[in-house]
C-alpha cells in the first residue's frame, strides 16, 4: 500500500511572509548526528533533473551537505524512471538519492522501487499532514507546468488561457509545447472548453483531436527544462509552455518574459531511495538537509519553486513570493495534476503521444 498527497487548491498558500497549509503541527525540523554504520563514503551520488535545478540544488542544500558531513555529493541527471527501474532490478544501484518525474514515483513505490523514509532521521512534522505520510517518497517542492509569453511580441495583451494559446489569428507567432502527453491534453481539453474542475478523467480523443489543431503551430517540441525559456529569451518562440522555475530563473535576471499562472498545472517533486542505494543511512542525512526552511527558501529564491516547510517562506521576499506557485494569487488559478490518473493510464496514453507525434513532428 501507498499514500498518495492530494492537496487542494486551498490548501497550500504563501504570501507575505506567511505560508497557510492544512493540517500542519510539529515542531521544527532538526538534524541527526552522524550516526551512519560502518566506513563513511568519500561521496554521494544525487541525480535530479539537472541544468538551473542542479546550481539551486546545490546552492541550498548539496554545498550544506558536504559541510557537514565531510561527504562529497556528485550530481547526475536526468530524471529517469526507466534508468532506475533497471538499476534496481539488476542490483546495481549508482544513485543514493533521485528525482523521481510526476506519476512516476506512484509507480515506483508500487513496484517496490524505493526505500522507506525514516522519519528518525527526516523531519517532516512541519510539512503537510499527508506529506508527512509519505512512507517511501519526500516532497521536496511544489511546481507548475504553466504558459509563458514574450513581453515583446506582446506588449499590450497576452494569451490568458489555453484557448487563446490555441488562437493563432489573435495571438500569432510561433509556440513550443513539451513533447509528453501529461499537462499537454490536460491544455488541450481546456483549450476545447473544459472547465479545469471537469478534466478528470481525461477524454483522450478529444485532447487528440484538439492537439491535431496547434500542432502545425508548434515549431519545437522541448525535451529538456531550460528549453523552452531559451526559445523565449532567443526569440525563436512568442509563447511555451513549461516549468514555472525555469522560465523565473530568466525573469528575474530581467528576461523579456512573463508567466501567466491561470490554467497552470501544479504538481510535487518527488525524491526517493532507490532500494539497494549504496548508501542509504547517507541519503537519509541527504534528505534530512533538504527539510531545513532556510535551505528551502534558498533553493526558491535560486529557481523558483517552494519547499513545503511552514516556516520557509519567513526567509522568502516578498517579489519572489508573488512568484511562486503557491502564492495565494497564483493557486487560486491552477488545477492540481491527478496523478493517480497518470499512473493508471499514462503507458496507453505515451503509446499512442509517440505514434501522434510521428505525424506531427
Known sequence: MFKTLTIGAGALAIGAGALVMAGLVGASSVHAADVCPGEKPDSIVVNASGGAMANAMRKAFSADFEKIHGIEVIDTSPANFGKLKAMVTSGNVEWTVTEIGGQDVLTAVEEGLLMKVDPKIVDRSRFPKEAQELEYWFAKSAYSTVMAYSTKAFPNGHPTTWAEFWDVKKFPGPRSLRNHPVDNLEYALMADGVAPKDLYPLDVDRAFRKMDEIAPNITVWWKSGQQPAQLLLDGEVVLASGWNGRF????????????????????LSAYGIPKGSPHPCWAQQYLAVMTDPKRQAVYAEEIGYPGLHLDSPKYVNEKLAKNLPTHPDNISKQVWTDTVWWRDHGQEVHERWNKWMLKNQ
Open 248 to 267: 523565473y530563473n530568466l525573469i528575474k535576471d530581467d528576461a523579456p518574459m512573463a508567466i501567466e499562472w491561470n490554467q497552470g498545472l501544479i504538481k
